[in-house]
Structures are given as C-alpha cells and as structure tokens.
C-alpha cells in the first residue's frame, strides 16, 4: 500500500538516494539547484510516498523570488521540483498523487505563485502552463521554454521580462523557509 506523508527531517537521506537515481549524477548542474544553495526547502510543503517503510517518492518546494528586469521589483514565489518517482515504482498514479497533494497544501497554506521547470506535457494535467510569452528566465539565462506556472492565478502577476532568483541572499527571506513562512517580497 502506498501512504504519502509530510516529508519529515529523518526523511532527507532516503530523498537524495532518490533523487540521484531519478535524475542521475548531473542533476546539480539543473538551473535549479543553484535557487536551493544555503535556502531550505519548504518542508511544511513537501511530500514523501512511501511502499510499506521504503521511500518512492518525493516533491518539495523551494522559495524564490521573480525578479521585474523592467520595474526592478521583486515578488516572492514557490518552486515546485524536484517531483521523483522510484523508476520501478512509476506508472501507478505516485507522481499524480504527490502533485495533487502538492499543490492542494501549496495553495491552502496561501501560496498562489506556483512555477516549476518541468515538461509540460505531463504538468499540463495539474494546472500548469507556460510561461511564455512573458519571457522568464532560470538562473544562468536557462529553461525559458520550460518554465510553466500553475493557473489560474498566476499568469496575469507575472512581469513580462524577469528573471528567477535565489532568496539566499536575503537572511529574513531564509529564515522565515526554515519557519515555514511566505518569504517577503523585497
Ligand atoms: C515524472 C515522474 C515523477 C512521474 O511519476 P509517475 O508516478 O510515473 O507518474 P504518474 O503515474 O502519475 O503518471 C505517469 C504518466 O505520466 C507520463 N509521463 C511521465 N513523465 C513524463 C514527461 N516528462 N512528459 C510527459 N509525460 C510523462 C508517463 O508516460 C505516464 O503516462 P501514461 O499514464 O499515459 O502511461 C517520474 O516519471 C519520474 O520520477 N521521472 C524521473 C524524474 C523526472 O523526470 N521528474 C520530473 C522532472 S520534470
């Protein structure tokens, strides 16, 4: 039987085994994994699947802030991602499941600008679309093309040139990820 659980800290070795066979020894070179440099993830978010004691699955969330390249604004934001299904654990419904999950406690605990960098072939289903024409960047210039925003919220708040970047930089925006708190805008 399959059960899905907050992620708890006792949690976090059995996701990165996880996330390494997902995804494979490059995955720290994704545009991502810079956002998520000395940032917490939003564990308050995140999700593990489980199959009896062995961990199958995950998705958390990361804050990020969406910078305006024209007005010079900052909005805070969520990243969804990494999602990552057990490759003989795939097909049966975990990644949905995780997904639905997600974005049910993402938007109940107030968070309405959602994005992730993601196919979206399969991120259409949950609600996620591109972000194109408004061009969006990852860091280092990246994924423009794959940066999809769940709607219907989102879209129309989003600047028409921007770019994401890390909340690291700001300590208050940092520890209210560790609390479990909205980072603020700056
Ligand atoms: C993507 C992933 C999380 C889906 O998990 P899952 O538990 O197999 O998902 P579900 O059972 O809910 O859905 C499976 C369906 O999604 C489809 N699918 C999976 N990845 C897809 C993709 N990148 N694009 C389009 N469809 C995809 C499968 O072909 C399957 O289709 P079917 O129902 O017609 O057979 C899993 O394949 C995985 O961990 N992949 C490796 C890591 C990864 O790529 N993560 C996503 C980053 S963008």
């Known amino acids: 039987m399959i059960t899905y659980d907050q992620e708890r800290p006792f949690d976090s070795a059995l996701v990165e085994t996880l996330l390494d066979v997902a995804f494979g020894p490059d995955r720290f070179a994704k545009s991502s994994y810079s956002l998520r440099e ?5 564990r308050h978010l995140s999700w593990v699947a489980r199959a ?9 969330f990361w804050p990020i802030y969406i910078q305006d390249m024209i007005l010079g604004t900052k909005e805070s934001a969520i ?10 654990m795939q097909k049966y419904g975990i990644g949905a499941e995780l997904m639905k999950r997600a974005v049910a406690r993402a938007n109940s605990a107030g968070h309405q600008r959602i994005l992730l960098v993601g196919d979206h072939d399969y991120y259409s289903r949950f609600g996620f679309e591109h972000v194109l024409p408004r061009y969006i960047t990852m860091p280092g210039g990246k994924d423009a093309r794959r940066l999809l925003v769940r709607q219907p919220a989102t879209l129309p708040s989003l600047p028409a040139v921007g ?3 890390s909340v690291a930089p700001d300590a208050d925006a940092v520890e209210a990820a560790r609390a479990g708190a909205l980072p603020t805008a700056a």
């Open 163 to 165: 770019k994401i970047v």
């Open 79 to 88: 990243l969804l991602g990494p999602l990552a299904v057990a490759p003989d």
């Open 52 to 60: 009896d004691d062995r961990l199958v699955g995950t998705v958390r």
């Open 38 to 42: 000395n940032v917490p993830a939003l």
